[in-house]
C-alpha cells in the first residue's frame, strides 16, 4: 500500500526504513498526506499544506491536491497564504478577526481582493 502513495505521490527516500525526520520537509508532508489517504477519506482538510518546504515540493503538493479534487475527493484548503489559495480553490472564505469578512472566486479571487478582506476592507465586488 505504501508502495503505491510513494510513487503516487513521488515521496523520495533511501529506503522505506529511513525515519520520516531524516526526509526534506516536503517529503515529510507527502508522507503525512499518504497515511491520510490510506483512511480513504471523502474530504481533507489542510491547514497550510506547504508551510515550510521549498517552492519545487510546494508545486509537487499543490499538483497532488488538485489531482485530489478533480478525482472527485472534496478538499479544504486553510491557509494565510493568498497565492496558495488561488492556485488551488474554486472559492474561498476570507476571514477577518474570526468572522467570515467576504467570499471570493473566479475573478475576485485576487491577492488583491483576498488581502482586502483579511484586513477587514469592504469586498470591490459587493
Request: proline share 2%; aromatic share 4%; hydrophobic share 40%.
Given at each position: 500500500?505504501?508502495?503505491d502513495?510513494?510513487?503516487?505521490?513521488?515521496?523520495?527516500?533511501?529506503?522505506?526504513?529511513?525515519?520520516?525526520?531524516?526526509?526534506?520537509?516536503?517529503?515529510?508532508?507527502?508522507?503525512?498526506?499518504?497515511?491520510?489517504?490510506a483512511?480513504?477519506?471523502?474530504?481533507?482538510?489542510?491547514?497550510?499544506?506547504?508551510?515550510?518546504?521549498?517552492?519545487?515540493a510546494?508545486?509537487?503538493i499543490?499538483?497532488i491536491?488538485?489531482?485530489?479534487?478533480?478525482?472527485?475527493?472534496?478538499?479544504?484548503?486553510?491557509?494565510s497564504?493568498?497565492?496558495?489559495i488561488?492556485?488551488?480553490?474554486?472559492?474561498?472564505?476570507?476571514?477577518?478577526?474570526?468572522?467570515?469578512?467576504g467570499?471570493v472566486?473566479?475573478?475576485?479571487?485576487?491577492?488583491?481582493e483576498?488581502?482586502?478582506?483579511?484586513?477587514?476592507?469592504?469586498?470591490?465586488?459587493?
Amino acid at each position: 500500500m505504501f508502495a503505491d502513495q510513494r510513487e503516487k505521490l513521488g515521496i523520495r527516500l533511501q529506503k522505506t526504513t529511513d525515519n520520516i525526520n531524516t526526509l526534506s520537509g516536503g517529503n515529510q508532508q507527502k508522507v503525512v498526506l499518504a497515511k491520510w489517504l490510506a483512511a480513504n477519506p471523502q474530504v481533507l482538510i489542510l491547514d497550510n499544506p506547504t508551510q515550510g518546504v521549498d517552492v519545487g515540493a510546494k508545486e509537487e503538493i499543490y499538483d497532488i491536491i488538485v489531482k485530489l479534487a478533480e478525482g472527485g475527493m472534496g478538499i479544504v484548503v486553510l491557509s494565510s497564504e493568498a497565492q496558495e489559495i488561488i492556485r488551488l480553490c474554486d472559492r474561498a472564505l476570507v476571514m477577518y478577526h474570526g468572522e467570515i469578512q467576504g467570499e471570493v472566486s473566479g475573478s475576485t479571487m485576487t491577492e488583491h481582493e483576498i488581502m482586502k478582506l483579511a484586513t477587514g476592507g469592504i469586498s470591490d465586488a459587493s
